[in-house]
């Protein structure tokens, strides 16, 4: 997606005392941090980023006795006060993100794909200019679960490297983003790898018994007559080849199955998803493949879709959140690949894309898809272990970051 393109002016450098006398209402040393990230923007992976890292702060401030108060930097900073009940200023107006850097303990730069030139040539520079501002400011700046690249104009490449030199902790979510950061000439020791954060978002605590609980979509294909498969979706290819090549997909495992297959289209980017679902089940409809279609709502809270991603017996994405939060959820799943970054994640699971936006094969997609409906076990044998790991990792980069501003 194309980030916004204003870029903070340099100001004059500011050194900025610590805060740590100060002291919330329950008497436990208190700290801000500002969160960077492209949040407010109700994309539901971004969304999805932010919660996670403001749970998981929330859970290790909780865990060594302190309390941490986030300012979100967002496209809507009203949107995003009521969302998560937490201080958010616009990204954009540049007086409101100094008052909040100077008042603050130090900012954190990410997760998610921020400093990357192929949705143009704003990014990069917005969210390096963030970095910069904070450490004029005398805060120091901690990169948290960012996917770097691709990088394609070699002139960003010394930036990121002098802004990542200087943080004072740096995790990426993937080897192939700390390769890079090596190449520019990061110290290796000054990276850590770690998953992205999603992988340790919770279910909400209202779900209840509404949910499939985690290694539970077994039982979910024996409950739903046909399974429910979830299916996300996104544009890739103008021409759209690629979203025929899925429609073909499905629908050759709908006429596979006897009893066909119940499809729950899962929007993760408001409106562009929802209109890519739309694309798909109207081929659907016209094949007359024997499949029940669904469009789920494009839920504002990262939560209620992964909730709705947990009700699956089988995950089919193309957005990398959407195979996450399927893993998140232990539930089987096939990813079809647009970019580098979706192949990297399933490598972690020791899996590789089921097909491309380039290249999808009707029935092996069909053949793998039926297998696991049948029996999951041997996914869950495959990946479970590796599902395991993640989550267990994916809280690291706040327990640094919470140890780190203690000490400033």
């Known amino acids: 997606m194309e980030h916004p393109t204003s ?16 002291a919330n209402e329950n008497g436990k040393q208190k700290f801000r941090v500002v969160l960077s990230g492209y949040y407010g923007f109700r994309n539901s992976g971004d969304e999805a980023v932010l919660k996670s890292i403001l749970a998981a702060l929330e859970a290790e401030a909780e865990r060594s006795g302190i309390a941490v108060e986030p300012v979100v930097l967002s496209g809507d900073p009203e949107w995003t006060r009521g969302q998560y009940g937490v201080e ?5 107006k540049l007086g409101e993100v100094r008052k909040a850097l100077k008042n603050s303990d130090g900012l954190i730069s990410g997760g998610g794909s921020l400093l990357q030139d192929a ?3 704003g990014s990069i520079p917005y969210y390096l200019g ?4 904070a450490r004029w400011a005398g805060k120091p700046t901690f990169v948290y679960a960012q996917g770097i690249g ?4 070699a002139m960003f490449k010394p930036f990121i490297a002098r802004a990542f030199k200087k943080a004072a902790y740096v995790s990426v979510r993937d080897e192939e983003s700390a390769s890079l950061l090596r190449g520019y000439g990061v110290d290796p020791g000054h990276i850590e790898v770690v998953p992205d954060p999603v992988m340790g978002l919770p279910l909400p605590a209202e779900t209840g018994g509404e949910g499939v609980a985690a290694g539970a979509s077994a039982a979910a294909a024996e409950v739903d ?3 429910l498969v979830g299916v996300s979706v996104r544009f890739w290819r103008g021409d759209r080849a690629d979203m025929d090549r899925v429609a073909d997909a499905l629908e050759a495992l709908a006429r596979r199955r006897p009893g ?3 499809l729950r289209f899962l929007p993760f980017h408001r409106g562009e998803d929802e209109d890519a679902s739309r694309y798909v089940m109207e081929r659907l409809a016209r094949s007359g493949a024997p ?7 494009a839920h504002d809270d990262p939560q209620q879709m992964l909730r709705e991603v947990g009700r699956c017996a089988l995950l089919i994405g193309m957005r990398l959140h959407s195979l996450i939060y399927a893993a998140n959820r232990n539930i089987p799943l096939l990813g079809v690949s647009y970019d580098p970054k979706i192949d990297q994640f399933l490598q972690r699971l020791g899996q590789r894309a089921v097909g491309t936006t380039e290249a999808l094969d009707a029935e092996q997609f069909a053949r793998e898809a039926d297998d696991i409906l049948r029996d999951s076990g041997d996914w869950h044998q495959k990946s479970d272990a590796a599902i395991e790991r993640l989550k267990q990792e994916a809280t690291r980069p706040a327990q640094q970051i919470i140890a780190s501003i203690r000490t400033i």
């Open 119 to 121: 949705t143009g040539m």
């Open 291 to 297: 499949a029940e279609l669904e469009l789920a709502p």
């Open 7 to 22: 870029i903070p002016k340099r100001l004059g450098r500011e050194k900025i005392g610590n805060r740590d006398g100060k």
């Open 130 to 133: 963030i970095m910069a501002l």
């Open 260 to 262: 066909g297959v119940r």
């Open 150 to 153: 691709p990088v394609n104009r």
């Open 225 to 227: 007559t046909p399974p």
């Open 88 to 92: 958010a200023v616009h990204r954009t």
